[in-house]
């Protein structure tokens, strides 16, 4: 489910019957419960906004899912061969790395329709004799 900017994801109690989620991608803990669809929905959008409004309060930013920036340790030689191809392109380190991921993760899934099966030919022996000539 996403709210806000939010991500929060929900899980089943089978004993109790209850639903209880959680927001997630924050170091600060959200948490959220109900008993039916529609009750989890709001709880996720009051446990967002009680937050939210909770960082007014105390005069604080809220904390946001992730901020863009992430280190990232490889090995030198791929790091001077990702560094080359991205002078070659005459772009930033940055751009090709966010470019090679985009082209990874964003990418749509691949159609999984089932192809039509091709035709086959019958063999002579299986035609019909009024598909043969006399």
């Keep these: 489910m996403k709210y806000k900017g939010y991500t929060g994801i929900v899980e089943l109690d089978e004993e109790s019957g209850t639903l209880f989620g959680r927001v997630i991608g924050l170091r600060d803990v959200i948490t959220f419960q109900g008993e039916s669809v529609a009750e989890i929905v709001q709880a996720f959008h009051d446990s967002v906004d009680d937050y939210l409004e909770f960082c007014v309060q105390r ?76």
């Design 59 to 134: 005069g604080e930013s809220p904390e946001k899912p992730y901020s863009g920036q992430f280190v990232l340790r490889i090995d030198p030689s791929l790091h001077r061969e990702i560094a080359s191809a991205a002078e070659a392109q005459d772009v930033s380190l940055n751009s090709l790395v966010e470019s090679a991921l985009k082209k990874t993760f964003l990418t749509p899934a691949p159609d999984v329709t089932p192809k039509t099966p091709r035709a086959t030919k019958t063999p002579k022996t299986q035609q019909s004799n009024k598909t043969r000539k006399q």
